[in-house]
């Protein structure tokens, strides 16, 4: 016990409605890589922001050294040496590199000047130590991604952080950053920093890692050596063994192909080369076909490009035999497109109006609605009424609440009340279950089962693997913006697909 | 004396009323139900009615302690004293009313037809400016090119309606050609920072800078006393040789007065009131009952989930400067079709000031177009209320002009005021431990607001550690 540096024990965090963290225990030692495991909501970053003081959980303790302590804000974890690399960087665009490190932690002679010169020597020391060269003159915003990634390293190692906390760090970067990102950790665990590592990619824990730590939803696994374990065996700790959550069905009769997606790529607008490569695949009516995969491995811009939000670069796209590459976003929406967009504050809703406008978002033109450019008040009304009523979207007021107001799993409701009521033959569901409780995840799950027996084309983008198993009839696996595999659910298994997912095995050729 | 005892009437009411209002809602939360007040509180437009007469109200409190602050100080070749302090803080309020003194040197309140026509005369193209302003901001757009805009109305309005001859076109016809003139050509002018917004992402605001004073070194070139293609519609007359462009009576081009000068007799007023009320009242329809308001407004306001739901922002967004143009320039058209007002056409150091104070008018209203007709007016209002203190008292045109800005200046405040009664900012904070509850739950429920909540508390550490190495 006397070689752990950081206990947490029995840590419970609840939010109104579910349990985030569900009595985890995590030992970390001195020295070591510990991976954080677990599927998206597992609540790995909850665990970790826990831990660096951002909440305060409902139960259990923190040890530092053996010792218990508080961690009441992200003060108190800074002064016990704990760091974190969030996801997203909390850098000064505009100020240099140096300046960067330094802020926050400036030394100061007696009359308030810096001492930067100071402050250089011990950033250069502590590059050429750790192998973190970056040009320090550089300013932030003219530097990569992975350059800037390095300097959050940087400020941690200035600020003398004994334990550092890395939040997905691979998400944002190249192959090649990743590498190098995972020697760099390599090392400093040398040099007898402890590091606690957030990720779902299973190849980087295996690389790296000394012993791995598997949540899911809320609770704790258990936790193996690295080097004792498969890849197989951590993506079944990581998925785990179907739940309940069998969806009744019976086989798909697919018929005629709705929509066609022919060799398409996007640029990528974070790193170079493309985010979505040479993709090609089909949809048919009657079967519902689940586009599988990792976040951020290009599924998000696929869609993109699908429904018209972004250009592609090049290939080609069919919807029902015609050509639609270059169709507007409102001929797909009126020729047959209804999309549950993933990101529901940014696309779903306008969140400043009210739920009956956003009900008829984009049907406000159609002449059910409007008369010679008026808007019927009566029919939005009734009809967002009738929406509400079947879908049971819950809100203060009704039709005219304002959607800002509503909660996240109501708003996601109404998307896909709206999404599935209008009319439609290709059904575009981008993680439709996100943020909604167990009983309506049922019900959705259900109707996407429907559309699909009423003969409508469903394409799933999701990222729970249970989701993916037990709705489509069709698996796509995308991996770094290809599809490296095609998969029936009923011959494959979960621990077969994690493999694809995590990049670990690819079908020669892509699909079918 | 009436003055005070209308004061005192008005107090009594309003404490009166509060009084009920307390005791009623402390009695219906006891036992559970609404009062009619309750609910009337509870809308949303009424908290915006509240908190924009709070902000005026609160303006003319510290308009107020400006006069005082005066008192005793030499202007207009006179001490000032308490006499003309109590004159003065009347007409703030009343100004519009006054009708002079009595033989006892007091002052006295009735219709006055002059002050209160011109009020109206001032606030016409007020109206439309607002709107111009307000009609973009619903596009998200901030519409700061009014004066440009205003400008090219103005140059349109008056070059048609004085070179064609009104011998052969009835007067009434050249009207309204020259006032559609002027609206196109505000239109095209506006369309220009449109385009550039929609399609080279050009920020509004410097596209409308720049046009604005192009559009001021155009009209100035137009009208050039020697080098001009205009310079023929200069008027000779009176000691400002060549300084000001006809006003359109010359051709016999005039708004109607549809008898409004009865009303008000002696001032400048006209029908272009109505004309610009009925404009509000269009543009209030057009906003939030027709499909073509829905779209301008989805653009506005997440034009990521417009351009989701197949809405051709692009085109809205050239479209909705070019009627934020067009009122502008309708503004223009009503003001200087009058037949009364003056033009100078060198305009190429300054830009007409109604262009920018529509920036003001629309903020006031919450870019309703209703509300516009009323904060127009309001500004109006201060500005007669203004020459009336300069008119009547010691305090000088300039004390006047700074405490109609400062009422202004405050009212900008409404929206605050407004989050402070909808409980979205608290102005007492609660013990330590609700505040994290309450980021908490913020933290949750919206995943964007994350990184913001992060950065603060990365601006703690960093505070704190500056503390430490000192």
């Given at each position: 016990m006397d070689n752990y540096i950081i206990e947490m024990l029995n840590i419970t965090k609840v939010f109104p409605g579910i349990i985030a963290n569900d009595n985890i225990t995590i030992q970390l030692k001195k020295g070591e890589i510990h991976a954080l495991l677990g599927e998206n909501g597992a609540g790995k970053s909850t665990l970790m922001s826990v831990l660096f003081g951002m909440y305060k959980p409902e139960a259990g303790i923190i040890k530092k050294n053996g010792e218990v302590v508080e961690i009441n804000d992200p003060n108190d974890a800074t002064a016990l040496g704990i760091g974190m690399v969030h996801q997203h960087f909390k850098l000064v665009e505009v100020f240099t590199v140096l300046d960067n490190i330094i802020l926050g932690a400036e030394t100061t002679n007696k009359l308030g000047f810096l001492k930067k010169k100071e402050a250089r020597e011990k950033v250069e020391r502590l590059s050429k130590e750790y192998n973190l060269q970056v040009d320090l003159d550089a300013k932030v915003q003219d530097i990569s991604v992975g350059m800037q990634q390095r300097v959050e390293i940087l400020k941690m190692l200035y600020r003398d952080n004994e334990v550092l906390i890395f939040d997905e760090p691979t998400a944002v970067l190249t192959p090649q950053e990743i590498e190098e990102l995972l020697l760099i950790m390599k090392n400093m665990a040398k040099s007898g920093k402890s590091i606690l590592f957030i990720t779902h990619k299973l190849n980087e824990i295996k690389a790296v890692s000394d012993r791995c730590s598997v949540l899911r939803k809320g609770k704790y696994i258990g936790t193996v050596n690295t080097s004792d374990t498969t890849i197989e065996e951590l993506s079944e700790m990581m998925v785990g063994r179907k739940v309940d959550f069998n969806v009744f069905k019976k086989p798909s009769e697919p018929k005629e192909e709705i929509l066609r997606v022919e060799n398409i790529s996007l640029k990528s607008k974070i790193k170079k080369g493309n985010v979505v490569n040479n993709v090609s695949f089909n949809v048919r009516r009657g079967e519902i076909v689940c586009v599988a995969?990792?976040?951020?491995?290009?599924q998000t811009d696929l869609v993109y490009g699908i429904t018209g939000l972004e250009k592609i670069t090049s290939g080609n796209i069919f919807l029902k035999g015609k050509n639609i590459t270059h169709a507007s976003i409102k001929e797909r929406n009126t020729n047959g497109f209804s999309h549950i967009p993933e990101d529901r504050h940014k696309y779903g809703l306008i969140l400043d109006f009210t739920l009956e406008n956003n009900m008829v978002l984009q049907r406000y033109e159609e002449p059910m609605f409007q008369n010679h450019g008026f808007i019927k008040p009566k029919a939005v009304r009734e009809y967002s009424d009738k929406l509400i009523e079947e879908y049971d979207v819950r809100s203060g007021q009704g039709s005219v609440t304002i959607v800002r107001s509503m909660s996240g799993g109501n708003q996601q409701k109404a998307i896909i009340a709206r999404e599935m009521d209008k009319?439609?033959?290709l059904l575009i569901a981008v993680q439709p279950t996100r943020g909604l409780d167990v009983g309506a995840i049922e019900t959705i799950h259900k109707r996407i089962v429907k559309e699909r027996d009423e003969g409508k084309a469903v394409l799933l983008i999701s990222l729970e693997l249970d989701e993916v198993m037990s709705l489509s009839d069709r698996i796509l696996v995308m991996y770094e913006g290809e599809i490296v595999g095609e998969f029936d659910p009923k011959t494959t298994t979960v621990q077969e697909l994690g493999l694809y997912m995590a990049g670990a095995k690819r079908m020669e050729g892509g699909s079918k | 004396m009436t003055f005070i005892f209308l004061f005192l009437i008005l107090a009594v009411i309003i404490g009166g009323f509060s009084v009920y209002a307390i005791l009623t809602t402390k009695k219906a939360k006891a036992n559970g139900y609404e009062t009619w007040l309750m609910k009337f509180y509870a809308k949303d437009s009424v908290k915006t009615i509240i908190s924009s007469v709070t902000a005026i109200l609160l303006g003319l409190l510290v308009g107020c302690l400006f006069l005082i602050m005066f008192v005793g100080s030499e202007m207009s070749g006179r001490s000032i004293s308490g006499f003309d302090l109590i004159d003065a803080l009347q007409l703030i309020f009343f100004g519009g009313f006054n009708t002079g003194r009595n033989e006892f040197g007091s002052l006295i309140y009735g219709w006055n037809g002059v002050s209160l026509g011109n009020m109206l005369f001032r606030a016409t193209p007020l109206i439309l400016t607002g709107l111009s302003v307000g009609v973009a901001y619903k596009t998200g757009l901030f519409n700061i090119g009014a004066p440009g805009q205003y400008l090219m109305g103005t140059a349109a309005a008056l070059i048609v309606s004085l070179t064609i001859p009104s011998d052969v076109i009835p007067p009434f016809i050249i009207w309204i050609i020259a006032f559609l003139s002027a609206i196109i050509a505000g239109a095209l002018w506006a369309s220009i920072v449109g385009l550039f917004k929609a399609f080279l992402n050009v920020n509004e605001v410097i596209t409308c800078i720049m046009t604005n004073w192009i559009a001021a070194i155009l009209v100035t070139s137009l009208f050039d006393k020697t080098t001009g293609p205009f310079n023929f519609l200069l008027d000779p007359s009176g000691d400002k040789n060549y300084k000001f462009v006809y006003k359109t009576a010359h051709n016999g081009v005039e708004t109607i007065k549809l008898g409004l000068d009865k009303l008000f007799p002696g001032s400048q007023i006209n029908a272009g009131i109505i004309v610009a009320i009925l404009i509000a009242i269009l543009m209030f329809i057009i906003i939030n009952k027709t499909t073509f308001g829905y779209s301008l407004k989805s653009c506005g306001s997440n034009k990521h989930a417009a351009q989701y739901a197949g809405i051709n922002s692009k085109l809205y967004i050239t479209l909705s400067m070019a009627i934020a143009g067009g009122l502008a320039a309708a503004g223009a058209a009503l003001y200087y079709l009058s037949g009364n007002t003056e033009f100078t056409w060198s305009t190429y150091q300054s830009l007409p000031a109604i262009g920018f104070n529509g920036i003001p008018v629309a903020l006031l209203a919450s870019c309703n177009p209703i509300g516009i007709i009323f904060s127009a007016s309001f500004m109006a209002y201060l500005d007669i209320s203004g020459l009336q203190i300069r008119n009547m008292t010691m305090y000088n045109e300039y004390i006047s002009s700074i405490v109609s800005a400062l009422i202004v200046y405050f009212s900008a405040f409404a929206l605050i005021f407004k989050q402070i009664l909808s409980g979205k900012i608290k102005l007492f904070r609660k013990k330590k431990e609700d505040i994290s509850n309450a980021v908490d739950t913020r933290f949750k429920e919206e995943d964007y607001n994350v990184d913001k909540k992060e950065e603060t508390d990365s601006k703690e550490v960093e505070t704190t550690e500056e503390g430490g190495t000192e």
């Open positions: 995969g990792i976040e951020g491995n290009g009319d439609h033959d | -």
